[in-house]
């Protein structure tokens, strides 16, 4: 029976070939989609309530939450690292972690900051920084893959992603962080003493980094309440620099500032789901059409295999088991070029710090899949009982 129905969709390849093709462009893009949207949507809530609060200098705060959160966007600025010190010796505080991004390495963001920035990721292999070393770094998982990069290499950067200069001082490899499948892949992590001097900046101790600057500080405070209080008082806050410059500080809650960002993620993906539904429905009318057709046009084919005794209920598995085929194979290679279609769309969501998984497999998708299969079956199983009802044939 599996015999005959390859060898008779092999002799109706056309129609077989246009039913692949409809399922394949129906399950594909609402595959697709879906994991996109979700998996964008899922990165940038990820690490917006991990931080009570974020200060840096005045600006967007969508901007300062997308560079220190997901290293997307550029900085706002510097402000004085004397606003770190400040909440260091804050009581409502438990951690404060300085954030400057400056250089880059073969195109990744080089982050200066504090091994707290790292406390809860896993290394493949080496150490976390040391925070009172400097020239060490600790690799995304990416960045040492691509570049074919391990632990004791020394790398140089430059003064930015478009610049052909780079730095003097070689920075070595301390350790290669494991595959999160988020924005840490692909930074390039060290200390925020090692920017300063690579940009010549004074090193004059813990109390003394007058001439140091930071792009921004991540704050978790002690509770929910402090949290408040912090962003309330450093908010449009006035600080003066060692060279009396006057810096204008935000302070902002990373989720309220990402908020807009998910809005307009969320609104994108209800349009997306819009037209998926769309392109569906009209694929289910062409398998439909395509199919009932072939059926049709197998009347007479029917006719003969019910002339030599073969029953009814034999011929509709026949068919079933053909469609069956076309339809489970259908959805397999749907279900493949949505995940080849994912390496395409990695740039387009790198703009909201996301790196898309492969891997990641929502159980939806799978329902669109058997939905999908479900409906490529369905004709058939609908002809072929009619055709039974009107049988006159006994079986």
Same mark, same amino acid.
């Given at each position: 029976m599996l015999k005959f129905a390859l060898k008779n969709m092999a002799i109706?390849?056309?129609?077989?070939?246009?039913i692949v093709l409809s399922i394949v462009i129906s399950a594909g893009i609402g595959v697709l989609a879906f994991n996109v949207s979700n998996q964008v949507s899922d990165g940038i809530t990820e690490n917006a309530g991990y931080y009570s609060a974020i200060i840096g200098p005045s600006g967007s705060e969508t901007q300062l939450a997308m560079n220190t959160m997901y290293f997307a966007e550029e900085p706002l600025g510097t402000i004085p690292y004397s606003v770190v010190s400040q909440l260091q010796m804050d009581q409502r505080v438990r951690t404060v972690i300085p954030f400057a991004m400056a250089d880059s390495y073969n195109g990744y963001n080089v982050v200066g900051t504090s091994s707290e920035l790292l406390i809860e990721k896993e290394?493949?292999?080496?150490?976390?920084?040391?925070?009172?070393?400097?020239?060490?770094?600790?690799? @995304?998982?990416? $960045?040492?893959? &691509?570049? +074919?990069?391990?632990?004791g290499d020394v790398i140089y950067t430059s003064h930015s992603a478009n610049s052909a200069e780079t730095h003097t001082q070689g920075i070595t490899i301390r350790g290669i962080l494991r595959e999160t499948h988020s924005s840490y892949d692909?930074?390039?992590?060290?200390?925020?003493?090692?920017?300063?001097?690579?940009?010549?900046?004074?090193?004059?101790?813990h109390e003394g980094h007058s001439h140091a600057t930071v792009c921004a500080i991540l704050v978790k405070t002690k509770n929910d309440a402090y949290? @408040?209080?912090? $962003?309330?008082? &450093?908010? +449009?806050k006035i600080v003066t620099d060692?060279?009396?410059?006057?810096?204008?500080l935000q302070a902002i809650v990373p989720m309220n500032a990402v908020r807009g960002v998910l809005n307009d993620a969320n609104n994108t993906k209800y349009i997306v789901y819009v037209l998926c539904a769309i392109i569906l429905?009209?694929?289910?009318?062409?398998?439909?059409?395509?199919?009932?057709?072939?059926?049709?046009?197998?009347?007479?084919?029917?006719?003969?295999?019910?002339?030599?005794?073969?029953?009814?209920?034999?011929?509709?598995?026949?068919y079933i088991i053909q469609n069956s085929i076309i339809g489970l194979a259908s959805t397999v290679l749907a279900f493949g070029v949505s995940r080849l279609c994912l390496i395409f769309m990695s740039d387009f969501v790198s703009n909201y710090g996301v790196v898309l998984n492969m891997g990641k497999v929502y159980i939806f998708e799978l329902i669109i899949l058997l939905g999908v299969f479900i409906i490529s079956v369905l004709p058939t199983a609908i002809w072929t009982l009619a055709v039974?009802?009107?049988?006159?044939?006994a079986d």
């Open positions: 109706k390849k056309v129609q077989v070939i246009l290394l493949k292999e080496g150490q976390m920084l040391d925070d009172n070393s400097s020239l060490q770094a600790v690799i @995304g998982y990416n $960045v040492a893959k &691509y570049n +074919d990069l391990k632990v692909n930074v390039v992590f060290t200390q925020i003493r090692t920017l300063w001097q690579m940009h010549e900046h004074a090193e004059e101790g949290a @408040g209080q912090i $962003v309330s008082e &450093y908010d +449009d060692e060279h009396n410059e006057t810096h204008t429905i009209m694929n289910i009318m062409v398998i439909s059409i395509i199919t009932l057709l072939n059926m049709y046009h197998s009347s007479k084919e029917i006719s003969l295999m019910r002339l030599i005794g073969i029953s009814m209920g034999k011929i509709n598995l026949l039974s009802k009107k049988d006159s044939i």
